[in-house]
């Protein structure tokens, strides 16, 4: 057996942007009864053997950063207790930081509060991105499933986590000229930042949500189809709306929002991909405030339906970011600014979440929140999911409570502009 893994690609990216993130991956799923802690370790040892990433410790060498495998036990990971107060007993679970050189990867909160279980799950960014938490959390549950069954565990394939999975689809020309999409793609023009407080040393974590119910998602629906868009480009406008009233950014000026996609659309065998980051960017980038939301909308459906008729959608940039990791890594870390910039205003659209598969036994998930990395000043992102009967907004920041409360304003205004266009179903302006 292998005592290393290779650092891939999105690996050692995310460790050298760690000044500007904690890497740290939040997820909290509330169940409607008790999960039981016997099977859910023994659920956890099977996932974590058959994922050695999972239980690794990273070596920041000066030439050839790496992975050791290294040897755990759940105590390692597991944390348990019973509480009245089961949010505070999840933030301070959230407040802690998992150190790259740890033996293990991800850490677990089973939190027990009047006969429900809360799973609180933070797992190092550098080993997955949202869907790889998506996939290990199935695999969890499978997991735990069987052996409640008392069936055979789950096969669990340890695929490649190379990035250039992501070129296996192609043909040998389309593979050629995609490694020759040099282009900075995460550089924009304008200097747009979160109306975040001054820096200070008292700045602490700060986890902020928002929810909309299912009633004003089936509207959403049916206004992004009248207006000939999809509910991304609608949850984008307004995102962007809010925005420019929130942070008093110049109306007539241009705004730059960083959406997250998804590369596993160019891997035509997914199930054979190891847990890794599959990601790339959508540079969104409207020329002034819309007076409406529906001018908003009429730019974001223009922009949005361009880059996505593009050949290479979501494959930008990264010829770029990987020729840069031919140079011994001492020199890669000073340097990586020249090819790669962290989204200083992001937008991480996760979709639907099928609760389904994260069920334990017979218990069904009634909440739940994914978060993104902690962001340090001046960086903000926001990760958006459908969970539960609910359109969930989230965001992680390292600031103050002040911070907490521009970044509800910012949530409350999106949904003042998303009521008031919803209801009355105004079309996008007409050319």
């Not at 690794?56 to 060498?61: A, G, L, P, V, Y």
Request: charged residues 20%.
């Amino acid at each position: 057996m292998h005592s290393t893994l290779r650092a891939e690609l999105w690996d050692k990216l995310h460790f050298i942007l760690g000044s500007s993130t904690d890497r740290m991956i939040r997820v909290s799923l509330w169940y409607d009864g008790l999960i039981q802690l016997d099977i859910l370790k023994k659920a956890m040892d099977h996932v974590t053997g058959k994922n050695p990433i999972l239980h690794c410790s990273f070596r920041n060498h000066p030439l050839r950063p790496y992975w050791e495998i290294s040897s755990y036990s759940i105590d390692d990971i597991l944390l348990t207790s019973v509480t009245n107060d089961p949010e505070q007993a999840k933030h301070q679970f959230f407040r802690q930081v998992i150190p790259v050189e740890s033996n293990v990867q991800y850490r677990i909160a089973l939190i027990n509060h009047d006969g429900k279980s809360l799973l609180c799950l933070m797992i190092n960014h550098m080993c997955m991105d949202g869907v790889g938490v998506q996939i290990f959390l199935n695999q969890l549950s499978t997991t735990y499933n069987r052996i409640r069954e008392e069936r055979p565990l789950p096969e669990i394939l340890n695929g490649s986590r190379a990035h250039s999975k992501i070129y296996a689809g192609l043909t040998f020309w389309n593979r050629l000229a995609a490694g020759f999409l040099l282009s900075n793609i995460s550089r924009v023009k304008e200097k747009r930042i979160f109306a975040y407080t001054p820096k200070d040393p008292s700045d602490d974590l700060v986890m902020v949500s928002a929810k909309w119910n299912m009633e004003w998602v089936l509207k959403i629906r049916e206004a992004a189809k009248k207006n000939g868009a999809t509910v991304n480009d609608l949850l984008l406008s307004f995102f962007t709306q809010a925005l420019y009233q929130t942070c008093e950014y110049p109306r007539d000026r241009p705004l730059t929002i960083t959406c997250m996609v998804d590369n596993r659309r160019h891997i035509p065998d997914k199930e054979s991909t190891g847990l890794t980051n599959h990601v790339g960017l959508m540079q969104v980038r409207t020329e002034r405030c819309g007076i409406t939301i529906g001018d908003t909308l009429k730019q974001m459906i223009k922009i949005t339906t361009r880059e996505k008729k593009k050949r290479f959608f979501g494959l930008a940039g990264i010829p770029l970011i990987r020729l840069g990791y031919y140079l011994p890594f001492f020199l890669v870390k000073p340097g990586t600014l020249l090819w790669f910039l962290n989204p200083v205003l992001g937008f991480s659209n996760m979709g639907v979440i099928n609760g389904e598969l994260f069920k334990m036994g017979n218990l069904n998930i009634v909440e739940g929140l994914f978060f993104g990395s902690e962001q340090y000043k001046p960086y903000f992102s926001v990760c958006i999911q459908q969970v539960s009967n609910s359109l969930n907004f989230a965001t992680a920041v390292r600031g103050s409570e002040q911070d907490r409360e521009k970044i509800h304003q910012l949530f409350d205004t999106m949904e003042r502009f998303m009521q008031e266009f919803v209801s009355n179903q105004h079309p996008a302006a007409e050319n």
